[in-house]
């Protein structure tokens, strides 16, 4: 789905509707991985009710936004989980949705096989039992295999194994290519972000930089793994890898949190890249007329970036990466591939702190609930 | 679905139901439901002919119609290639 720049910065000015957005049904969750992008744990009391989450799938159907990615939090925890999405499906909006797997128990998984235009991702951020649990709890690496085999039992067809690379990840590549093999399953690869609390892990879980390199090489030899675009920072180190390559917060996705808060991308649960709430005027006015997302559409300076020979390959790199990190979004990604962005940091401001937090406030274990 | 490379424009083709077709200011945007696959066309022009391909039993002749001629031979590599992604069906 490669892009030539003409196309490209037609995109960085924005499309009159995004071509797919994340939504995050629910901030609850029954883990509390330690890198969660939105700082998951508890039920916000405010998030949208179930009339209000179809009429929010009707506005998106209108819109024809093609596909939704359902998240959370854990989306399986909201009671009309399958009314939603069977909702979305029924008006042809694509829905694929991110899960922990620890309640895709096999009637989930037969049903989830019945349904055309939805396509299952299964988080599992370590090949063995060991590597996953230290970052997504204990126990929860044999639930999300659980999952798999229900899937696979149930014929569900190649479901998606979501891995978010991690310094301690990135060398069981090759097992987890073997891993997708024993499913049938794609495998997808996302960048770990300093968002939500991701930041109070990104130094120590981060993959080093020679690792980064090995990474873009193995994905370059592997076109059909997914990113979702996540790595496009790294494609200033040759040819493009698959994707837009480009930043498409407020441009050509976005985020519906659980409350109806729009922000710019998943990245960025931020006060400061709110770009309003679907339950002011609708998503698409929020869309449209936000003035943080026409801010984003502008084609800002490239600052520190400007002059470098492979500004047009990474295009600066995430802005939800400088961010957290306290860097200006007119400097370098903090993991730009010829360590701009570690001479950025030593100058950078202190790390804005994540709002709003859902953290549950004192850790639990798989095993003490339900 | 896919066909080989040198799909016969003398057929009538269509969009396939299969996919979701949206206008934007360059041209449109389509999503493949069953490839789970974004394509781009890129000029409202192919638009307006991949929109026109249902009133014919030949897409070579809505070409001939609806292109200038200097430029008809890039739109018919163009209607290849939504062929081969599935975008067009035969009908």
Redesign the interface.
Known sequence: ?G?ESS?RT?FERG???P?CLTWELTYACNLACTHCLSSSGRRDPRELDTAEALALVDEIAAM?I??INVGGGEPMMREDFFTIVEHAVAR?V?VKFSTNGTRLDAAAARRLAAT??L?VQISLDGIDAATNDAIRGAGSYARARRAMDNLKDAGFGPFKISVVMTRHNVDQLNDYEALAAHYGAQLRLTRLRPSGRGADVWDELRPRAAQNRDLYHWLRARPHVLTGDSFFHLSALGDPLEGLNLCGAGRVVCLIDPVGDVYACPFVIHDQFRAGNVRDAGFASVWRESELFRSLRELGSAGACTSCGSFDACRGGCMAAKFFTGLELSDPDPECVFGHGEDALRSARERPAPTPDHSRRVPLSLSSRR | MTLLAGADLSRAWALSDRV?L?????GA?V?H?DT?????L?SPTLVDLVRRLDGYDNALAAIDDVIEEAARPRYQRALRDLIDSGVLDGR
């Open positions: 789905m892009a196309l037609r499309l009159g509707a071509i024809q093609f596909y042809n694509g055309d235009y396509d | 979701s949206r206008e934007e200011s360059f945007l999503y439901h789970r696959r974004l394509v781009f890129k």
